[in-house]
């Protein structure tokens, strides 16, 4: 597990501001910045927060799955129907990523990975808020349609895993009408079962539980999708997985993968600073510049580096970086906060405000990324 590193860049107080009483300001106003700021960076990576919440005892046991006991159940209005055809999709999707697959209870497995399909979902109470509770795919307390929620059980015990599927429409009777067709039930099911083969749920399990090698794998097949690639790298980069440092390299040399390759390596480790830079100072397209740019942020910020703020600063001085590559080169400041980055953030602002232009939307956020840059680097009167 790779810890995550934040740097914070707080203005020293003289002994007689100190002595003047103002000690228990500066607590009421330090401590609690300090405290929110180590809450944010501990929700930043979901992968790291997954492994963290594991036993070692868990993480062992997560390593070694291969084979997956499959537990699917279907409710409609008229109670429990037939769930072999969901089923087997669930199944296929699991073989695809190269998992064994069990129905039966009795049989040998490692893991258990519950499906349930309802007609009309059954409320389950007040969700909880904040992280991934908030994500598309998160189980939500407002939907009151037809839904499958998609859970699993480590030795028994339910993990606090849990994502959800929806179809388009919330009344499943209304619907079937209007295809005309003669079940609701069976109608809302087969919904439910092409949103779970759109779903990629096998490749969030496999991110879960670890198993980069499975991801690298089908990021080399020439049956995966752009689309599926683009989702591979995310997670990669999410589970900080410093292994797939070599697949993300060969992945650059694909202008439609490109950008994501480099937000992924942007969440690994230190050794991909050079290259980064490198992108950004050679890359021909300006969106791959940006990209490596806002990677460079955000490597920086994840382990307190701040040799990536020379090649920021050269890039912002540049007169030919373009507004969208400043743009990122400037949130990227940001969030490495240094003192070297102060003047030269307050000489683009100064030229940036002379520009009158309402309508300019790359000038606006410009604007704002630089303006939030110098607030973030430039903290002396946020404290006196």
């Given at each position: 597990m790779k810890p995550m590193r934040v740097t914070y860049y707080v203005k020293?107080?003289?002994?007689?501001?100190?002595?003047?009483?103002?000690?228990?300001?500066?607590?009421?106003?330090?401590?609690?910045?300090?405290?929110?700021?180590?809450?944010?960076?501990?929700l930043k990576s979901p992968g790291w927060a997954y492994r963290e919440y594991f036993t070692p005892e868990q993480r062992t046991q997560l390593e070694k799955i291969q084979t997956v006991l499959v537990d699917v159940l279907t409710l409609t209005e008229k109670g429990t129907t037939n769930s072999t055809s969901l089923a087997d999709s669930v199944v296929q999707r699991l073989a695809d990523v190269g998992y064994s697959t069990v129905r039966d209870s009795g049989q040998a497995h490692d893991v258990v990975v519950r499906v349930k399909c309802e007609q009309r979902k059954t409320w389950e109470g007040t969700a909880v808020t904040g992280g991934d509770a908030d994500l598309p795919d998160a189980p939500s307390r407002l939907w009151k349609g037809p839904a499958c929620q998609l859970t699993y059980l480590l030795g028994g015990l339910k993990i606090k895993w849990q994502k959800e599927v929806r179809?388009?429409?919330?009344?499943?009777?209304?619907?079937?009408?209007?295809?005309?067709?003669?079940?609701?039930?069976?109608?809302?099911?087969?919904k439910l079962q092409e949103a779970l083969?759109?779903?990629?749920?096998?490749?969030?399990?496999?991110?879960?539980?670890?198993?980069?090698?499975?991801?690298?794998?089908?990021?080399?097949?020439?049956?995966?999708?752009?689309?599926?690639?683009?989702?591979?790298?995310?997670?990669?980069?999410?589970?900080?997985?410093?292994e797939a440092m070599p697949k993300l390299k060969e992945a650059l040399k694909d202008r439609n993968l490109a950008k994501q390759?480099?937000?992924?390596?942007?969440?690994?480790?230190?050794?991909?600073?050079?290259?980064?830079?490198?992108?950004?100072?050679?890359?021909?397209?300006?969106?791959?510049?940006?990209?490596?740019?806002?990677a460079l942020g955000q490597l920086g910020?994840?382990?307190?580096?701040?040799?990536?703020?020379?090649?920021?600063?050269?890039?912002?001085?540049?007169?030919?970086?373009?507004?969208?590559?400043?743009?990122?080169?400037?949130?990227?400041?940001g969030k490495i906060p240094d003192k070297r980055s102060i003047q030269p953030l307050y000489d683009l602002d100064k030229k940036l405000q002379a520009i009158r232009d309402p309508d300019n939307i790359p000038l606006k956020k410009l604007k704002e990324a630089v303006f939030w840059a110098i607030k973030q680097c430039d903290t002396w009167d946020q404290f006196s």
């Open positions: 020293k107080w003289s002994r007689q501001e100190w002595n003047k009483g103002n000690r228990y300001t500066v607590l009421l106003v330090i401590v609690p910045i300090l405290l929110s700021c180590v809450v944010l960076s501990l179809t388009e429409f919330e009344d499943a009777v209304a619907a079937a009408q209007t295809a005309q067709a003669p079940d609701a039930g069976r109608y809302a099911m087969a083969e759109k779903y990629e749920f096998p490749l969030l399990l496999a991110a879960e539980w670890g198993h980069a090698d499975r991801l690298m794998k089908l990021l080399d097949s020439p049956d995966t999708s752009q689309a599926r690639k683009i989702k591979i790298m995310s997670l990669l980069g999410e589970m900080q997985a410093d390759a480099l937000a992924a390596i942007g969440n690994l480790g230190r050794d991909g600073i050079p290259l980064l830079v490198e992108m950004m100072n050679t890359s021909p397209q300006p969106e791959v510049q940006a990209a490596a740019a806002k910020g994840l382990h307190g580096d701040a040799s990536v703020v020379l090649p920021l600063l050269a890039k912002l001085q540049d007169p030919k970086t373009e507004w969208s590559v400043l743009t990122e080169v400037a949130w990227a400041l």
